[in-house]
């Protein structure tokens, strides 16, 4: 016993004490953190692009003075959904959907002042999100242009490198006609840049159903007001926490779920490969026989699956800690949320059976792996297809969050490789108790088996220079 420990601690030490531990324990986090903030960035890292717009449309059909509507709503409808998700973070999804509404019913700067009542330090910050675009006065020389090649050759003209800086053009909008029906030819600066395509899309196709409902003799007052209209939908289970109305709290749970899941899948995988390059690296450098001359090799694995595990709860810590000081600090109505429904129905405690339980059917699999290994190529004879398994979960992960009562999903969270990751994703939905106590018993089942398996393989592959092949790994499981 007292030899296994300190194998554990050596195995722990020999990484803990490495500054490319703690850059990778950090990677995790940072890159989570810039996931979320990328897009932000590079929303606000856009230019604002120039637009001109040229009817070329019969007098009187409206469609330019339609369009530039539709373009200016669409540019409310975004500053009012960064009002509500200023709101979020301080005042919750309630919170902000009152604002949204006041804003909606009111106008911007009175969603504004509901912001200030709501959020308000969130208020304080608040900034009008940088807008992807802005109509600009046509230049006159291009108005004045006769349809055709001289008006066209004027907007290459503008869009293009060639024209002076305060003049240059990032799109032309030709407003037409084709069939009766409105259309654009859009000549853009960038032939891969679509922001300015999209919007006009969407303006046209809002200016068509305008146009073909008073074609029908419907009042334009009508039209105008049926196209803002937003419906309040409320949505009722009897599994809500208030017994009633669905709240964002009742869908929580399964995002929880759903991020302990990919949570779960990375430490897993992350300590199973820490031990296989450990033990690969120690099989090619003959440190192993040398450890093999004082301990058993039964006591060589339990140390080093001993001393990863205590890594692999290490590097948990540090992510658990990070994050719940990131989402106090940042969400803190959110942060209390995440922690009822860790608490509720002892869903914690199932979290952390399935990340021993994966955990020792995978650790105890890389060890036996990289017994049998000199170098990272041998082992790709087998990690392969294991990765390939691997990929399954996380597939399957992401539609329990939607049918966690599917039976695919059901089937695969009792499969024991599959277990942890995907009954931690439908854990949170409020499964039969028997499926998580079947699923907790089968997996640890099975692991018992790997690691009786994986410490006889281990034990042949330390004590042998055979190379890896599935021939020699399951002669070895075998005892031939």
């Given at each position: ?195 300015v395509e999209d919007a006009v899309r969407e303006a046209l196709k809002g200016a ?121 600090a940042a969400m803190p109505e959110m942060a209390r949320d995440v922690g009822l ?140």
């Open positions: 016993m007292s030899r296994m420990l300190l194998i554990a601690r050596r195995e722990f030490l020999a990484y803990a004490k490495t500054v490319g531990f703690w850059l990778s324990l950090l990677a995790f986090p940072l890159f989570a953190v810039l996931g979320g903030a990328l897009p932000a960035l590079m929303k606000h890292a856009e230019p604002m692009r120039a637009v001109a717009v040229v009817d070329e449309t019969p007098a009187g059909s409206g469609v330019a003075e339609a369009v530039r509507q539709a373009l200016a709503a669409e540019q409310t409808r975004a500053d009012i959904a960064a009002l509500r998700m200023a709101a979020v973070p301080e005042a919750g999804p309630a919170g902000g959907d009152r604002v949204r509404q006041i804003a909606e019913r009111d106008g911007f700067a009175a969603g504004l002042a509901a912001l200030k009542t709501e959020a308000p330090r969130a208020a304080e910050g608040f900034k009008t999100p940088r807008r992807s675009f802005e109509l600009v006065k046509t230049p006159a020389d291009l108005a004045a242009a006769a349809p055709g090649e001289a008006r066209d050759a004027l907007a290459r003209r503008y869009v293009g490198d060639d024209a002076p800086k305060a003049e240059r053009l990032n799109a032309v909008v030709f407003l037409t006609e084709a069939e009766g029906k409105p259309a654009a030819r859009v000549w853009a600066h960038r032939a891969t840049d679509d922001v068509n159903r305008s146009r073909v409902f008073v074609a029908g003799g419907i009042d334009p007052a009508v039209v105008t007001q049926a196209e803002r209209f937003r419906p309040e939908v409320s949505v009722f289970s009897p599994r809500a926490v208030s017994g009633g109305e669905v709240s964002f709290r009742d869908k929580l749970p399964v995002v929880v779920g759903l991020a302990v899941g990919f949570i779960l899948w990375s430490l897993i995988i992350t300590g199973a490969s820490i031990l296989l390059n450990s033990v690969m690296e120690e099989k090619s450098n003959k440190i192993l026989e040398v450890l093999l001359s004082s301990a058993s090799a039964t006591e060589i694995l339990a140390g080093k699956v001993l001393g990863v595990a205590l890594l692999t709860l290490a590097i948990l810590l540090a992510w658990g800690g990070i994050g719940a000081v990131g989402l106090i429904v860790l608490l509720t129905d002892g869903l914690f405690v199932y979290f952390l059976l399935f990340l021993v339980g994966g955990y020792l059917m995978y650790a105890v699999l890389f060890a036996a792996i990289g017994a049998f290994c000199d170098t990272p190529r041998d082992a790709q004879t087998l990690m392969g297809p294991i990765m390939m398994v691997l990929i399954v979960p996380i597939l399957v992960m992401q539609m329990a969050i939607r049918t966690p009562d599917a039976m695919v999903v059901k089937i695969m969270s009792l499969i024991p490789p599959f277990t942890p990751f995907v009954m931690a994703a439908r854990a949170p939905s409020g499964p039969p108790l028997i499926e998580i106590v079947g699923g907790l018993v089968g997996m640890f089942l099975f692991a018992a088996v790997m690691v009786w398996a994986a410490g006889r393989a281990f034990r042949a592959g330390a004590l042998s220079d055979v190379k890896l092949s599935w021939k020699s790994f399951i002669g070895a499981v075998a005892g031939r």
